[in-house]
């Protein structure tokens, strides 16, 4: 195994028409305590203004049909560090992100995910859902606005991410954690509450909600986009 200190981390963030948020997280990126091996930007819409953000960040820019599933396992297959991290554009990662990462591979983890915390103003509904979401995720699977991360080596093994676009990380997850300990980080990661405003608080969680369990009854992603999409009135799932 290679030792924690010399451990490569590769971010990958697929990115669908969402340039400003992009540009504010490779900022952040840029002032984490430690730098990533590489940071890679899979778009799906082919704008020329995310190839620009890439270029003034230095960060490799691929683009790929629009889906998170597929923009993320082009990602995955062109990253080279022992470890992938998992990225959505409008996330706010700590800036020990990295730091919290190797010393859950020291403990023996081969990956793991952070805690749920909204950005923003404070508001006791935000508090209240995020907290429900984390206990939700200790007792069940991360979802991919968490900050997924995992070896390299246990990601192609694990299969990888399925072209699909919702749910795309629970079949990964659950066969990672046969392969090894996958652990909840207590560090937060910030998550943007943009889609909940949009939608209305409530409606966006019953919403949420309603997807999940179509999803343990069996229903293919497939068909639970079709109810995002008349939903929330887009093509795609956020990226």
């Known amino acids: 195994m290679t030792p924690v200190h010399d451990i490569s981390i590769s971010i990958v963030i697929p ?12 900022e952040t990126l840029q002032s984490l305590d430690n730098e990533p091996h590489e940071t890679i930007i899979v778009d799906g819409a082919n704008d020329p203004s995310v190839t620009a ?45 990295i730091e919290f990462i190797r010393r859950a591979l020291r403990a023996g983890a081969i990956g793991g995910s952070f805690r749920f915390r909204f950005t923003g103003r404070p508001a006791w509904y935000k ?13 069940g699977t991360p979802y991919g606005d968490q900050g997924i991360f995992i070896r390299n080596t246990t990601y ?16 990964l997850v659950r066969t990672a954690r046969s392969a090894g300990r ?16 949009r939608d209305g608080w409530i409606r966006r969680t019953l919403g949420n909600r309603l997807l999940a369990i179509g999803y ?7 068909i639970l986009v079709r109810y995002y999409r008349f939903a ?3 093509e795609q799932p956020e990226c």
């Open 127 to 139: 508090s209240m859902l995020a907290k429900l979401i984390n206990v939700r995720c200790r007792f």
């Open 182 to 197: 996958f652990v909840s980080l207590d560090a937060p990661i910030g998550v943007s509450p943009r889609r909940w405003e």
């Open 156 to 171: 192609i093994q694990s299969g990888g991410f399925p072209d699909t676009a919702l749910f795309e990380e629970v079949p």
């Open 15 to 26: 990115v669908l028409g969402d340039t400003p948020a992009l540009s504010a997280l490779l």
């Open 53 to 97: 953000c890439c270029q003034r960040y230095g960060c490799i820019n691929l683009n790929a049909r629009p889906g998170r599933g597929h923009q993320l396992h082009t990602g995955a297959l062109r990253a080279s560090g022992d470890v992938i991290w998992f990225l959505h554009a409008d996330a706010e990662p700590p800036h020990e992100g």
């Open 216 to 222: 343990m009854l069996g229903l293919s992603p497939d």
């Open 232 to 234: 929330t009135h887009k």
